[in-house]
Nanobody, 122 residues
C-alpha cells in the first residue's frame, strides 16, 4: 500500500522559515517525480514545486521561486520543501504527491499525502 506522509507544517511569522518533509513508502519511487501542491479551502489546488526522479531537475511556481527549495533524499523516497521568506499568502494545506509523468506534474499526482497545514501570520 502506497503511503505519503507529510510533516513539518505549523505556524510561523511572516519572513520566517519552515521545512516540510514527505516520506513515501509502499513501492519503489525511483522513476517518480515528487511534487508539492498547496490548497486554501474554497480555492483551487496550486502547484508549488517538483523534483524529477533523479533529483537533478527542479520546477517551481513563479510565486515561490527564489524563496522555496525542493530537494530529494538519497533513497529517493523522501522529498523536502525548504520555505524561506514566508508570506501570509503562503498559508495553505501543503500536499505531497508522486507522478511518473513529467508532463502532468504541475497539475496532478498518482498518489497523494494527507497534507500538512502551514499558517503564516502577518
Amino acid at each position: 500500500q502506497v503511503q505519503l506522509v507529510e510533516s513539518g507544517g505549523g505556524l510561523v511569522q511572516a519572513g520566517g522559515s519552515l521545512r516540510l518533509s514527505c516520506a513515501a513508502s509502499g513501492r519503489t519511487f525511483t522513476n517518480y517525480a515528487m511534487v508539492w501542491f498547496r490548497q486554501v479551502p474554497g480555492k483551487e489546488r496550486e502547484f508549488v514545486a517538483a523534483i524529477g526522479a533523479s533529483g537533478m531537475s527542479t520546477y517551481y511556481a513563479d510565486s515561490v521561486k527564489g524563496r522555496f527549495t525542493i530537494s530529494r533524499g538519497n533513497a529517493k523516497t523522501t522529498v523536502y520543501l525548504q520555505m524561506n521568506s514566508l508570506k501570509p499568502e503562503d498559508t495553505a494545506i501543503y500536499y505531497c504527491a508522486v507522478n511518473r509523468n513529467l508532463l502532468s506534474i504541475r497539475s496532478t499526482g498518482e498518489y497523494w499525502g494527507q497534507g500538512t497545514q502551514v499558517t503564516v501570520s502577518s
